[in-house]
């Protein structure tokens, strides 16, 4: 079985939930949609437990805007960014408040995160797509920040069915072409897990 997980934004106890719902198989696959820092209370945790479930099952993990806020701050010297502007502040506290005290193992962990992936009839992206461009021809912008273009989109990318979190949304978000797994977990919503083998829905 394949599972799509949604935006977890440090919220270890509520992933920790869902996970144990699972019921999970050696067999089975984990793709994780990105947004895994910032916001939650314990972004550090997620990190820790999300490095050692692979170890467990074979695990995707994409890449969220968050995450590649972090990496642009540690790039540009620690020097102003937008993620300070966008809930940086339970990640730093979670990490001691020093972004000195990151282990190398979480920056790896960031840096190794997809941009996209693609099974079968499936592309799991973290914020969607722009509409009507093949997927090796999509801006990273797009991918992490997309929103209206890409919702107000029918069919947005040549039949495919785009796995996305980034908006939240009171309940799943599923259209013929769309399936939008960021229930807001963090905003005292639910943490929610697609299977795409029979569209079956299940949440924190």
Not at 48 to 66: E, M, P, Q, T, V
């Amino acid at each position: 079985m394949t599972y799509a997980i949604g935006d977890i934004h440090g919220c270890l106890e509520e992933l920790i939930i869902l996970i144990q719902k699972l019921r999970l198989e050696k067999k089975d696959e984990l793709i994780f949609i990105g947004d895994y820092i910032d916001r939650g209370p314990d972004p550090k945790g997620v990190v820790d437990f999300l490095i050692k479930i692979r170890s467990y099952y074979k695990c995707i993990f994409i890449r969220g805007n968050h995450e590649q806020m972090l990496l642009d701050y540690i790039m540009n010297d620690y020097k102003g960014s937008d993620w300070l502007l966008n809930g940086y502040e339970s990640t730093m506290e979670s990490y001691g408040n020093a972004i000195e005290n990151v282990p190398a193992g979480h920056i790896d962990f960031f840096n190794e995160t997809k941009m996209y992936y693609k099974k079968n009839d499936f592309v799991f992206v973290h914020a969607g797509v722009r509409p009507n461009i093949r997927l090796e021809k999509q801006k990273m912008e797009d991918l992490l920040w997309i929103r209206s273009e890409f919702l107000n989109s029918e069919n947005p990318l040549f039949n495919k069915k785009v796995v996305f979190g980034h908006t939240p949304f009171l309940n799943p978000f599923m259209t013929e072409y769309k399936i939008g797994i960021d229930t807001g977990c963090v905003f005292r919503g639910k943490l929610t897990a697609f299977r795409t083998d029979d569209y079956e829905i299940f949440q924190s």
